[in-house]
């Protein structure tokens, strides 16, 4: 995916989900481990109606690669992200 389309779904995010959407977290703030780089975009939604918000975002867009995490345990990312 380019790096256009991720911000076009990323810009499509903030949207429809403001305040819940950031770019370039380190994933080692997210994990138990502390380690790993930094993810493009994070979306933290708090309740099912934010999910099926972010869902319908996703399902509408170019699919950009998708990655579900609970809590970050048991978590190893790679330093570049």
């Known amino acids: 995916m380019t790096n256009a389309t991720l ?5 499509a995010l903030e949207a429809e989900l403001p305040g819940r ?3 370039q977290v380190p994933v080692a703030d997210l994990t138990t481990y502390r380690l790993g780089g ?3 975009v994070c ?3 708090s309740d099912r109606a934010e999910l099926e918000a972010l869902a319908n975002v996703l399902a509408a ?17 790679a330093d570049s992200g």
């Open 7 to 11: 911000d076009d779904v990323a810009a």
């Open 21 to 23: 959407v950031t770019r």
């Open 38 to 40: 930094p993810l493009a």
């Open 43 to 45: 979306v933290r939604v």
């Open 61 to 77: 867009s170019a699919r950009p690669p998708v990655l579900v995490v609970g809590r970050g345990s048991n978590l190893l990312v």
